[in-house]
Nanobody
Framework: QVQLVESGGGLVQAGGSLRLSCAAS????????MAWYRQAPGNQRELVAR???????NYADSVKGRFAISRDNAKNTVYLQMNSLKPEDTAVYYC???????????????WGQGTLVTVSS
């Protein structure tokens, strides 16, 4: 069974940095786009950053210049480097990927369980 497992969340002071990781495992034939979303209390889940299989990236305006998404295709892993963190970045961060599951025989949309990032002022 394909799954995504995130790590790297935690508590950091404003201005600090964190690096999130998300590793995909299971019967994977290929991985298309990978992305990070976040959801703060009382808010809808929003896209933070996305990276294509070829490495093209796009970011939410609120994180441009501070966050960087990257991926290691050999490890089926996506990363989110977060710098100059602000209290408003506090949220649960979710990994998302379009993965072709060998067992299912088609591409499906997968989500990680989420990792909490808390930025104190």
């Amino acid at each position: 069974q394909v799954q995504l497992v995130e790590s790297g969340g935690g508590l950091v002071q404003a201005g600090g940095s964190l690096r999130l990781s998300c590793a995909a495992s299971g019967a994977i034939l290929s991985i298309n786009d990978m992305a990070w979303y976040r959801q703060a209390p009382g808010n809808q889940r929003e896209l933070v950053a996305r990276i294509s299989s070829g490495g093209s990236t796009n970011y939410a305006d609120s994180v441009k210049g501070r966050f960087a998404i990257s991926r290691d295709n050999a490890k089926n892993t996506v990363y989110l480097q977060m710098n100059s963190l602000k209290p408003e970045d506090t949220a649960v961060y979710y990994c998302n990927a379009g993965i072709y599951d060998i067992v299912l025989g088609f591409e499906d949309d997968y989500w990680g369980q989420g990792t909490l990032v808390t930025v104190s002022s």
